[in-house]
Every structure is written in structure tokens, then in C-alpha cells.
């Protein structure tokens, strides 16, 4: 029983690190470069949902605050795109990264004047409450996560495979060239990938501080796991990113459990070094296929 709830909890924390690589997923394959900055638009997400959560700040009802922290970063994320991005379109993809290692920077110092540099933590509806399955207690806030998972999951897929933006996303980040022959506007869709993308980070970000306290910091770390969750499945597999992230998130708690004290928190590094050197390309690789 011990095992099972240690397994439930991996599972939680794996499906915010899966949320998170599905942003840096929906960027990669829209631009094939990689935002560094895309822990930080999480921590960003839990700042805002705090903000609208909190009763010190302007105390709307969870789902309210969580739709509103989502609508303010995905817009925030379009006009990044539109804004900034765009200036460095055609340039190597070394200037994408070393940009969004800059964004980080930036994002984490104004999180810090408007926030402070305290954990703070999200007045969630859920804390404190658990489920109860005969022996097995389960937290309140693991369940909503995974069935917040699913519920984006399945409505990402719907929108890829269903919607004529999902398609002509689709088409962009197979071909870009083609797709704009085809008279598909790429560099509108990529500042709508840009903004889904920021969508995503909000979700992950309120759920992440629905379980425990942020700092302006927190997204860096959480980042680089997501980021290897992301190359685990596959640099460009949406299904590789969301069972990255699962694998990440069951693989820490147990080698924390299991294994001597202090390599826990290495652990997801080395399966990422595993994956790579047995199957370069991620678990879930498209690559070697997207290409024409």
C-alpha cells in the first residue's frame, strides 16, 4: 500500500512535469529551437493564479483564477512571440536559446519586485483533503492534477487531430516552407503556439502551487526536469513529453526512497542519459520522420 500511494504521488508530480514539456514540445516543433524559458513561465503561472486566488490579493474561486492566470499567459506568451521572437526569425537557433536564458533572467528578477523573494503559497480549495480507497489515501490536490492531465491531454489531442488551427499547426512544424505555400500563415501560427504554450505553463503552474510553497526561483529547476521529461520522449512527440514527464515523476520519489541519500534528485538526469544512449532520439522520437 505504501508503494502504491508513493507511486500515485510520482504520478501527480509527473503530470506537471509532463504539462511542462509539452510547452517546450509545442515550441520545438513550431520552431525547432528550445525555450529555456519555459520553467519560468510556469513559476510565472503560479504567481498569477496566487494573485488571483489569494484572499490577500483578489480572492476569486479557484477555477475562476485559474482560467484567468491561463488567459494572462497565453496572451502574454502571443505577444512574446509578436513582440520579441519575431525580431530573431531566420537567425540561428543559438540565438532562440541564449534569448530565452535571457527571458528566464528577466522574468525571475520582475517576479521577484512584484512577488517578493518569500515562498508563497496558493490558498488552495484542496489542501488538507484526501480520498479514501479502502487502505489507500489519496491527497485531494494528486487526484485534481491527474484529472486535469487527462482532461488538457485529451483536449490538446482533439484540438491537433479535429481543428483546422490544430492541422495547420501540425503542418507548420513538419514543414515550414511548405506550409506557407500551402498559404498557411507561420508566423501567426507560431505566436499561437507561443500562447497555447503559456496556456499550458499556467495550468502546470497553479497545480504546482496548489501543492506547495513558490519562490521566484522555483521554475528553474522544475524547468530543467521538465526539459529532460521532454528529451526522455522525445524532442517533438506531444505523447513522448506527457510519459516523460510520468516516468520523471515516478523515478524521483522512488530512487529518493530506495536508493543512498542524495542521488534522488539526480536520478531523472541519469535516466535521461539512459534513453539517450540507448535510443538518441527519445523514448517517443519523431524526428528522423518529420523531417522532408
Not at 520545438?28 to 503561472?45: C, H, I, P, R, T
Not at 525571475?108 to 479502502?134: C, E, K, M, N, Y
Not at 485531494?140 to 492541422?167: E, N, S
Request: glycine share 14%.
Amino acid at each position: 500500500m505504501d508503494l502504491l500511494q508513493l507511486l500515485i504521488s510520482g504520478i501527480a508530480n509527473g503530470c506537471i512535469y509532463g504539462l511542462l514539456a509539452l510547452g517546450f514540445v509545442l515550441i520545438y516543433k513550431a520552431s525547432e529551437a528550445v525555450n529555456f524559458a519555459q520553467g519560468d513561465m510556469l513559476m510565472l503561472g503560479a504567481f498569477l493564479g496566487i494573485t488571483f486566488i489569494n484572499t490577500d490579493y483578489m480572492d476569486l474561486p479557484f477555477l475562476l483564477g485559474l482560467t484567468g492566470a491561463a488567459i494572462v499567459l497565453g496572451i502574454f506568451g502571443y505577444l512574446l512571440d509578436r513582440l520579441v521572437l519575431r525580431g530573431i526569425f531566420g537567425q540561428p537557433q543559438f540565438a532562440m536559446v541564449i534569448l530565452t536564458i535571457a527571458l528566464g533572467f528577466l522574468m525571475r528578477f520582475v517576479a521577484g519586485v512584484i512577488w517578493g523573494h518569500d515562498p508563497v503559497s496558493l490558498q488552495s480549495p484542496f489542501a488538507g483533503r484526501t480520498l479514501s480507497f479502502g487502505g489507500l489515501v489519496i491527497s485531494m490536490i494528486d487526484a485534481v492534477i491527474i484529472f486535469a492531465t487527462v482532461l488538457l491531454t485529451t483536449a490538446l489531442y482533439f484540438f491537433f487531430a479535429r481543428t483546422r488551427l490544430g492541422v495547420a499547426m501540425q503542418a507548420s512544424s513538419q514543414n515550414q516552407m511548405a506550409a506557407y505555400y500551402m498559404g498557411i500563415p507561420v508566423k501567426r501560427i507560431n505566436a499561437i503556439v507561443w500562447g497555447l504554450s503559456g496556456v499550458v505553463a499556467a495550468i502546470a503552474g497553479v497545480l504546482f502551487a496548489a501543492k506547495g510553497a513558490v519562490e521566484p526561483s522555483a521554475g528553474l529547476i522544475f524547468g530543467i526536469k521538465a526539459f529532460a521529461a521532454a528529451v526522455i520522449g522525445g524532442l517533438g512527440s506531444l505523447p513522448g513529453a506527457l510519459a516523460g514527464g510520468l516516468l520523471v515523476g515516478i523515478v524521483e520519489p522512488f530512487a529518493g526512497r530506495y536508493l543512498p541519500s542524495g542521488l534522488g534528485p539526480v536520478a531523472p538526469y541519469v535516466l535521461m542519459l539512459l534513453v539517450l544512449i540507448m535510443r538518441p532520439g527519445g523514448l517517443f522520437a519523431q524526428i528522423s520522420q518529420k523531417k522532408v
